[in-house]
């Protein structure tokens, strides 16, 4: 079992940025892809994010060009810098470990998935 805590959520204004981080209780996630999500109010969750055991990188289109994900495997931690924040960029943001080491971006192939973090941009 690999526990997952987020933090660094809050709210913002149009424009500005948050640095979310995920900190993983094993660290066996080094050998795993880790990803984001997010999940607004009445709508599915989606993905924002994700980084492979090597450190390759995959964004959805909303977010290309504006947040960056990295990783540290020495502290087993992710995590997701947001810049040019928008007000659709409203929701809970879910880091998650998946079932591989290479870039995946379905829901199904993630297996372990943190609580949230709750990120509000204003307009």
């Known amino acids: 079992q690999v526990h997952l805590v987020e933090s660094g959520g809050g709210l913002v204004q149009t424009g500005g940025a948050l640095n979310l981080s995920c900190a993983a209780s094993a660290r066996t996630v080094s050998n795993y892809a880790m990803g984001w999500f997010r999940q607004a109010p009445g709508k599915e969750r989606e993905f924002v994010a994700t980084?492979?055991?090597?450190?390759?990188?995959y964004y959805a289109d909303s977010v290309k060009g504006r947040f960056t994900i990295s990783r540290d495997n020495a502290k087993n931690t992710v995590y997701l810098q947001m810049n040019s924040l928008k007000p659709e960029d409203t929701a809970v943001y879910y880091c998650?470990?998946?079932?591989?080491?290479?870039?995946?971006?379905?829901?199904?192939?993630?297996?372990?998935w943190g609580q949230g973090t709750q990120v509000t941009v204003s307009s």
């Open positions: 980084i492979s055991w090597r450190g390759t990188t």
């Open positions: 998650a470990v998946a079932r591989t080491g290479d870039i995946v971006v379905k829901t199904p192939a993630y297996v372990y």
